[in-house]
C-alpha cells in the first residue's frame, strides 16, 4: 500500500469539494434541519431530554452521514472517473483509504458544527469533561466513515444504489451505533470519565476488525 | 448425485427421526414448579415449544457460517458454484432466522407475556436478519453476475466477521435497559437428561433439512444459470 | 519483435450473455491496429479487458508479456486509455489534472511540457469545466501519456469531436505512431480505421469475423462491414 496515493484522493476529493461545495453545503444545512425537527419533536425543558439528547445528537451525524458520505464513491462512478482512477497503478486499498480520509474530513466540519449548535438549541449542559464528549464522538464517526465508505465501495454499482446503501451498512454500523450511543450517554448525562466507559473500547475493536477486513477486500471490491 | 430412491429414503428417514424427536420432546412432564413462578402458567406445558424453536438458532450460525466459506471460496477461486452455495445458503439463514423470530416471539409471549422484550440473543437475532436481508437485497441490485458474486461475497465476510462484536453490542445495550420481565428463568432454565436428548435429536433433524434444502437449492440454481448462459 | 498484445479464446459474459464469445487475437508491437465493428459487437467491453478494467471470464489475455487479471498492476504501468469519458475533473484546472495522475501514477513530470504537447500550455491554470469538447479530449491524451506507456488505446475517441478538433486529434495519434508507439483503435467509423491503422479486426456478437489489411485497397473491408449492417 502507497500512503502517498491515498492520500493525493483526499486531496484531490477536497480540492474538488471546496470549488464546487457541492457535498459539505447540503451536509451541513441537513445536519440544522435535522437538529431542528428533533427540536421541535422534543417537549421543552423536559427532564428525559438529558437521556435522550445523546442519541439525537448521534443520529443527526447518521442521517446526514448515509446520504452524503456515499457521494464519494457514486458521484466518481456517476461522472466516469472512477475508471481513470482504476486504470491508474493504484490498489482498491489506496482508492478507499483515500475516501476514508476525505469523508473524514468532511464529518469532522459537520462536528465542529452541529456540537455547538446541538448544546445552543437543547440548551444541554454537559455533564462530564467536553474533551471527552469530543473524542467518543470523533471515535464513533470513525468507526462509521471506515464502514460507510467501504460499503458504499461495494454498493456503489447497485440499482438504486442510495437504498440498498441504507439497507446494506444499517445493520454492519449497529456495532458502532450502539456502543456511541450509550458512551455519548455516560459522558453528556451521567458525567462518567472516558477511562471509566467500556463502550469505547468496543467501538475501537469493531474499528479494527472492519479496517483490516477492508483492507484486505478492498482490490475485490475495485477491481472493474 | 443420489438417484430419486436415496433422495425419498433421505426425507423418509429424516421425517421418522424428527417425529420420534417431537414424541420425546412432547411426552416429557410439566414444568418444574420451581420455575414456573417466574413465567406465567401457560409455560407449565406450553415452555415445550422451546424443542420447536430454539433448535433452528445453531442452524442460522451454520447457515451462515456456510456462506461465508463460499465468500470466501469464491473470492479465491472465482468459480460460480461457491458463489450459489453462498448465496443458497444465505436463503436458508434467512429462512431459520425467520423461523428463530417468530417461534421466540411465541414463546417469549407465553413466558413472560410479551412478543418482544429485549433479549440480547433475540436482539443478535434480529441484527441478523437485518445483515442476510441486506446481503439478498444487494444481490438483487446487481445485474451483472461477476460482479454480484464478487460484491456479495465482500459483504457476506463482513457480516460475519461482525457477528460477536454485534451480539456484545446488544448484550450491553439490553443490560442497559430496564427490564420489564424477570428473566431468572431463563437463568435456571436447564434440560434433565430426557429433555437434552429431545433437544439434540430436533437439532440433528433441523440440520439435516438444513443440509437437504441447502442441496436442493444449490441444484436448483446451477441449472437456472445453466439455462441462462 | 513478438506480438505485444495476445488474446486466445477470450469470453466475456455480462448478464447472461456472452458479450466477448471466444476472441482470438495478436497485435504485434509498433503496429497500429483496428477493432472495428458496429455498435454492440463488443469493441469497447474488449477494450476494456485490455485496458485491465474489466476481468475475462474464461481464456488467456497478455498485454506486454504480462497476463490479465493476474498481473495487472504491470500492465497498468505500461497502457494509456483514451475513451469518449475523459476521465478528469472539471474542478481542477488542466495542470492540477495531470500533477493527480501524475502522483498516481508515481511519475515525475513536467507538466508544461505535456501540455505543450497537446497545444494547451496557455490553458493550463483554466479549470477543465471551462474547456470544449476537443480541448478536454487533448488533455485526456496528455492524461494517457503521462506515464511513456508503450501503448495507446483509443475508445471511440472523436465521438462528439468536431472536425477541426478532429483532425488534430488525427495528427497527435500518427505522431505517435511514428514514434514507435503501438496503438489500439476501437472504432466503428472504416475511414478513421483505415487513416490511422495498418490492420483491423472485424467484430460482430462477440467475435472476430475477419483480420483485414487496411494499407491496401478499402474496397474488401467497406463489403466485410456493409455485411453486417
Keep these: ?224 | 448425485m443420489p438417484s430419486r430412491s436415496y433422495t425419498v429414503a433421505f426425507l423418509a428417514g429424516l421425517y421418522l427421526w424428527v417425529m420420534a424427536a417431537m414424541y420425546r420432546a412432547l411426552s416429557l412432564g410439566p414444568l418444574d414448579p420451581a420455575l414456573l413462578r417466574y413465567v406465567g402458567d401457560p409455560m407449565r406445558q406450553g415452555y415445550k415449544i422451546f424443542f420447536f424453536a430454539m433448535q433452528n438458532a445453531p442452524v442460522v450460525y451454520i447457515a451462515f457460517l456456510a456462506t461465508l466459506v463460499g465468500s470466501v471460496m469464491y473470492l479465491k477461486t472465482r468459480e460460480m458454484r461457491w458463489d450459489i452455495i453462498a448465496s443458497s445458503s444465505a436463503k436458508l439463514a434467512l429462512l431459520f432466522c425467520t423461523l428463530v423470530l417468530v417461534s421466540g416471539a411465541i414463546f417469549s409471549n407465553l413466558a413472560w407475556g410479551a412478543y418482544w422484550n429485549w433479549d440480547p440473543r433475540q436482539t443478535t437475532t434480529l441484527i441478523l436478519w437485518f445483515i442476510l436481508a441486506g446481503y439478498l437485497s444487494l444481490r438483487s441490485a446487481l445485474e451483472d453476475e461477476e460482479a454480484r458474486a464478487r460484491l456479495s461475497a465482500v459483504i457476506g465476510i463482513l457480516g460475519f466477521a461482525g457477528v460477536p462484536l454485534t451480539h456484545i453490542s446488544a448484550t450491553i445495550w439490553v443490560s442497559n435497559h430496564p427490564q420489564l420481565y424477570d428473566k431468572a428463568a431463563g437463568a435456571g432454565f436447564s434440560l434433565d437428561a430426557q429433555g437434552a436428548s429431545a433437544f439434540g435429536m430436533m437439532l440433528l433433524g433441523a440440520i439435516f433439512l438444513y443440509i437437504y434444502l441447502l442441496w436442493v437449492t444449490v441444484r436448483i440454481e446451477t441449472l437456472e444459470r445453466v439455462q441462462e448462459a | 519483435m513478438g506480438a505485444i498484445i495476445e488474446v486466445e479464446k477470450l469470453v466475456r459474459r455480462f448478464a447472461g450473455t456472452k458479450a466477448l464469445d471466444g476472441i482470438d487475437l495478436k497485435v504485434e508491437e509498433g503496429e497500429a491496429f483496428a477493432l472495428l465493428g458496429p455498435n454492440g459487437a463488443g469493441k469497447t467491453t474488449l477494450v476494456r479487458v485490455l485496458s485491465t478494467l474489466l476481468r475475462p471470464t474464461s481464456g488467456k489475455v497478455r498485454v506486454c508479456g504480462f497476463a490479465l487479471p493476474e498481473e495487472r498492476e504491470e500492465v497498468k504501468k505500461r497502457i494509456g486509455l483514451v475513451s469518449h469519458n475523459p476521465f478528469l475533473y472539471n474542478e481542477l484546472t488542466a495542470a492540477e489534472n495531470l500533477a493527480f495522475f501524475a502522483e498516481l501514477y508515481g511519475v515525475d513530470i513536467d507538466v508544461e511540457a505535456l501540455l505543450a504537447r497537446v497545444c494547451l500550455n496557455h490553458r493550463s491554470e483554466d479549470l477543465v469545466g471551462a474547456f470544449s469538447q476537443g480541448m478536454r479530449q487533448r488533455l485526456s491524451i496528455a492524461r494517457a501519456l503521462l506515464h511513456d506507456p508503450k501503448i495507446l488505446i483509443l475508445d471511440e475517441p472523436t465521438a462528439g469531436l468536431d472536425l477541426q478538433s478532429r483532425s488534430d486529434f488525427y495528427a497527435m495519434v500518427k505522431d505517435l505512431h511514428a514514434r514507435g508507439g503501438t496503438i489500439v483503435l476501437a472504432t466503428h467509423n472504416l475511414e478513421e480505421a483505415s487513416y490511422l491503422c495498418t490492420r483491423a479486426a472485424v467484430l460482430n456478437k462477440g467475435k472476430v469475423e475477419t483480420i483485414l489489411d487496411l494499407r491496401g485497397e478499402t474496397a474488401g473491408a467497406e463489403e466485410a462491414l456493409g455485411r453486417l449492417r
Design chain 1, 1 to 224: 500500500m502507497d500512503a502517498r496515493k491515498a492520500l493525493a484522493i483526499a486531496r484531490k476529493d477536497l480540492r474538488v469539494e471546496f470549488r464546487s461545495r457541492a457535498t459539505i453545503q447540503f451536509l451541513l444545512l441537513f445536519s440544522f434541519l435535522t437538529l431542528l425537527m428533533f427540536n421541535f419533536a422534543s417537549p421543552p425543558f423536559s427532564p428525559a431530554l438529558r437521556e435522550v439528547g445523546p442519541g439525537l445528537l448521534w443520529f443527526v451525524f447518521i442521517f446526514a452521514g448515509m446520504l452524503g458520505l456515499s457521494r464519494a464513491f457514486i458521484k466518481e462512478k456517476e461522472l466516469g472517473t472512477l475508471e481513470g482512477l482504476m486504470l491508474a497503478p493504484v490498489g482498491g486499498v489506496e482508492i478507499v483509504l483515500g475516501k476514508v480520509v476525505y469523508n473524514l474530513c468532511l464529518i469532522l466540519l459537520v462536528e465542529l458544527f452541529s456540537v455547538p449548535l446541538f448544546i445552543a438549541l437543547f440548551d444541554y449542559r454537559v455533564a462530564g469533561s467536553m474533551l471527552d464528549m469530543i473524542l467518543v464522538l470523533t471515535l464513533g464517526l470513525l468507526g462509521f466513515v471506515v464502514v460507510g465508505s467501504f460499503v458504499s465501495a461495494v454498493i456503489m454499482g447497485a440499482r438504486g444504489r442510495e437504498l440498498v446503501l441504507q439497507v446494506v451498512a444499517m445493520p454492519l454500523l449497529l456495532p458502532v451505533v450502539i456502543p456511541t450511543i450509550l458512551a455519548l450517554r455516560r459522558v453528556m448525562a451521567d458525567g462518567a470519565p472516558l477511562a471509566r466507559i467500556g463502550e469505547v473500547r468496543l467501538v475501537l475493536a469493531y474499528i479494527i476488525i472492519m479496517s483490516t477486513l477492508s483492507f484486505l477486500l478492498s482490490d475485490s471490491v475495485l477491481e472493474e
